[in-house]
């Protein structure tokens, strides 16, 4: 009697949620289907990743060439996140809008496609320009072998950037047509990095390098295979007559701006590890993989399911989907909360499974796990923001983001200026927790318990309907 009431007492919370989520409507079958299609798709790629991870720290350990490597490799990959992000807040709900006009959808993307190659091309070339110049000057802020490392790396990195935003362009159509095929072929940059590391002994940083480059490019191809046979690869065109420019446009420069400010956080976390001198920026670089392993699973999951189920409620009348966001909210901060205390008691041991070979060492595995566990904080307002986020994006309230990200960027520059100098490099994970708290309960307020409800939203589409006609 004993073991099978305590057996009741377990199950009962998670009976009574099953109870929930299946009378309470549609939206929550199709986005915890979403979720669990996501989520498998994306184990697959962090298992990938960790394999890349051991790789690289086999063979360079905390050495300079990790370093260098990460310090370009964010700041070139920074415009590339903000624009894969802005695209999928921004074609989601567009092509949810067009399903049934695929002449004028197909026309705007085979123009936006060509915007976007020529944006590219131009972008590397701006981009190398500032940080040749840089470099050359002495003002990378990076100590002087770095700093040459850097330098010598970046006419291949310089390449990720018109790789980079195509890639985000195919992923973003193929996540607004419904399909998660794109998480799974995330993983291919990966495995070309720890394949050319492996078979590149003694290369320094080539294999980091030209492993990245030549991932990212089959990354690009992978994605254009299937869409081409799905639905027919149209040609680029050079031109902005398409009148969805206008839908476009209209979402675009806000969310550039909160997405820059947000993302512009790691940025300012590695001109701070640069400051901490060598190895700081290997530490912090290695702790935050182990946390995107765990965070990426829940939180592309997450966004990938929650996004195209919101702007079809949406553009559907609205019904009770802030009731939806404040239930998965709710659920996906209490995961957050159990994968904190999990990891953390885990930590040593997960950093050890995953790098501690070749020349990386005990000694090692101990100051990662230690910045590792600093940087777990941060997990449960991350889990529920991304949820917050996505049903935001889908009302198309662009602003929220913006301002969310500057709330975010403020507590990042704030959290690094009073922690740092107490704790150092742990001082710059511990950070990122106020990043995530001040944004996830900013959303909170404004969506959840200052809404204007579904009736709101309805009437906000029926002004902008109502200018569209005019």
């Given at each position: 009697?004993?073991?099978?009431?305590?057996?009741?007492?377990?199950?009962?919370?998670?009976?009574?949620?099953?109870?929930?989520?299946?009378?309470?409507?549609?939206?929550?079958?199709?986005?915890?289907?979403?979720?669990?299609?996501?989520?498998?798709?994306?184990?697959?790629?962090?298992?990938?990743?960790?394999?890349?991870?051991?790789?690289?720290?086999?063979?360079?350990?905390?050495?300079?060439?990790?370093?260098?490597?990460?310090?370009?490799?964010?700041?070139?990959?920074?415009?590339?996140?903000?624009?894969?992000?802005?695209?999928?807040?921004?074609?989601?709900?567009?092509?949810?809008?067009?399903?049934?006009?695929?002449?004028?959808?197909?026309?705007?993307?085979?123009?936006?496609?060509?915007?976007?190659?020529?944006?590219?091309?131009?972008?590397?070339?701006?981009?190398?320009?500032?940080?040749?110049?840089?470099?050359?000057?002495?003002?990378?802020?990076?100590?002087?072998?770095?700093?040459?490392?850097?330098?010598?790396?970046?006419?291949?990195?310089?390449?990720?950037?018109?790789?980079?935003?195509?890639?985000?362009?195919?992923?973003?159509?193929?996540?607004?047509?419904?399909?998660?095929?794109?998480?799974?072929?995330?993983?291919?940059?990966?495995?070309?990095?720890?394949?050319?590391?492996?078979?590149?002994?003694?290369?320094?940083?080539?294999?980091?390098?030209?492993?990245?480059?030549?991932?990212?490019?089959?990354?690009?191809?992978?994605?254009?295979?299937?869409?081409?046979?799905?639905?027919?690869?149209?040609?680029?065109?050079?031109?902005?007559?398409?009148?969805?420019?206008?839908?476009?446009?209209?979402?675009?420069?806000?969310?550039?701006?909160?997405?820059?400010?947000?993302?512009?956080?790691?940025?300012?976390?590695?001109?701070y590890a640069a400051g901490l001198g060598t190895g700081a920026i290997a530490m912090l670089g290695y702790a935050n993989r182990v946390l995107s392993l765990i965070l990426g699973l829940a939180a592309i999951a997450v966004s990938r399911a929650t996004l195209p189920i919101f702007a079809q409620g949406q553009a559907q009348g609205g019904g009770r989907l802030r009731a939806v966001a404040r239930l998965w909210a709710g659920i996906l901060f209490a995961l957050g909360l159990l994968a904190m205390l999990v990891s953390y008691s885990a930590a040593p041991w997960i950093v050890q499974l995953l790098y501690e070979r070749g020349q990386f060492g005990a000694a090692d595995t101990a100051a990662v796990t230690e910045v590792l566990r600093y940087g777990l904080p941060q997990m449960p307002f991350y889990f529920s923001s991304m949820v917050l986020v996505s049903y935001a994006l889908s009302q198309r309230r662009y602003h929220l983001v913006f301002f969310s990200a500057l709330i975010g960027c403020a507590a990042k520059i704030a959290g690094n200026v009073l922690l740092v100098p107490v704790l150092g490099v742990n001082g710059i994970a511990l950070g990122t927790m106020l990043v995530y708290a001040s944004t996830a309960l900013f959303f909170w307020n404004a969506l959840i318990v200052r809404g204007t409800g579904d009736e709101g939203t309805a009437g906000l589409r029926g002004r902008t309907a109502g200018r569209w006609r005019k």
């Open positions: 009697m004993g073991l099978g009431y305590t057996k009741s007492v377990f199950l009962q919370p998670w009976r009574a949620l099953g109870t929930r989520l299946r009378t309470a409507g549609p939206d929550h079958a199709a986005i915890l289907r979403g979720m669990l299609t996501v989520a498998a798709f994306v184990f697959v790629g962090k298992l990938v990743s960790a394999i890349k991870e051991m790789a690289v720290a086999y063979r360079y350990g905390l050495g300079a060439e990790v370093d260098a490597y990460q310090f370009l490799y964010t700041v070139i990959s920074w415009p590339i996140g903000v624009w894969s992000s802005v695209l999928t807040a921004v074609l989601v709900p567009l092509a949810v809008r067009l399903r049934d006009q695929q002449g004028q959808l197909t026309r705007f993307r085979c123009e936006l496609l060509g915007f976007v190659i020529l944006a590219g091309f131009a972008l590397a070339g701006l981009v190398w320009l500032v940080l040749h110049t840089m470099f050359q000057l002495g003002h990378s802020g990076l100590p002087p072998r770095l700093a040459t490392l850097a330098e010598a790396a970046l006419p291949g990195l310089i390449l990720l950037l018109p790789l980079g935003m195509l890639t985000a362009l195919q992923s973003a159509w193929m996540l607004a047509a419904g399909r998660h095929l794109n998480t799974l072929l995330d993983c291919i940059p990966t495995l070309s990095i720890a394949t050319l590391v492996m078979v590149l002994p003694g290369g320094g940083m080539r294999a980091l390098v030209w492993g990245t480059v030549a991932g990212s490019a089959l990354h690009l191809l992978s994605l254009m295979a299937p869409r081409g046979r799905r639905d027919g690869q149209g040609a680029p065109r050079l031109a902005l007559s398409s009148p969805q420019w206008r839908w476009f446009w209209q979402g675009f420069g806000i969310m550039v701006g909160g997405q820059a400010l947000m993302s512009l956080t790691v940025v300012i976390d590695q001109f």
